[in-house]
């Protein structure tokens, strides 16, 4: 059974930095791409960042460029999301997911496993 497990949400001051982790068990994420997204309330789930788990380009959204960095650690099985210079408009419900294709894509329809989320909320 796949699980993806989010951590490392929280409240945070304007300016400062967070790292979300996620782990990844049940199969074989070799030949998978890792993303990020989030949702605030009542707006629609949006892309943050994804990557093919072997590694390669990383795509962000134009929100989050420059702040927030993907990486994955293969001994742990874990997708990282570091966000720095948070902003009060960074403030949602972070989801993993995992696609069964090494495709960048920002549709989320396009993932076929999800975490639970975790909350981050940024204070000015």
């Known amino acids: 059974q796949v699980q993806l497990v989010e951590s490392g949400g929280g409240l945070v001051q304007a300016g400062e930095s967070l790292r979300l982790s996620c782990a990844a068990s049940?199969?074989?994420?070799?030949?998978?791409?890792m993303g990020w997204f989030r949702q605030a309330p009542g707006k629609e789930r949006e892309f943050v960042a994804d990557?093919?788990?072997?590694?390669?380009?990383?795509f962000y959204a134009d929100s989050v460029k420059g702040r927030f960095t993907i990486s994955r650690d293969d001994a742990k099985n874990t997708v990282y999301l570091q966000m720095n210079s948070l902003k009060r408009e960074d403030t949602a419900v972070y989801y993993c997911?995992?696609?069964?294709?090494?495709?960048?894509?920002?549709?989320?329809?396009?993932?076929?496993?999800w975490g639970q989320g975790t909350q981050v909320t940024v204070s000015s």
């Open positions: 997911a995992a696609r069964t294709a090494p495709i960048h894509s920002t549709t989320p329809s396009r993932y076929d496993y």
């Open positions: 049940g199969r074989t994420f070799s030949n998978s791409a």
């Open positions: 990557m093919p788990w072997s590694g390669g380009s990383t």
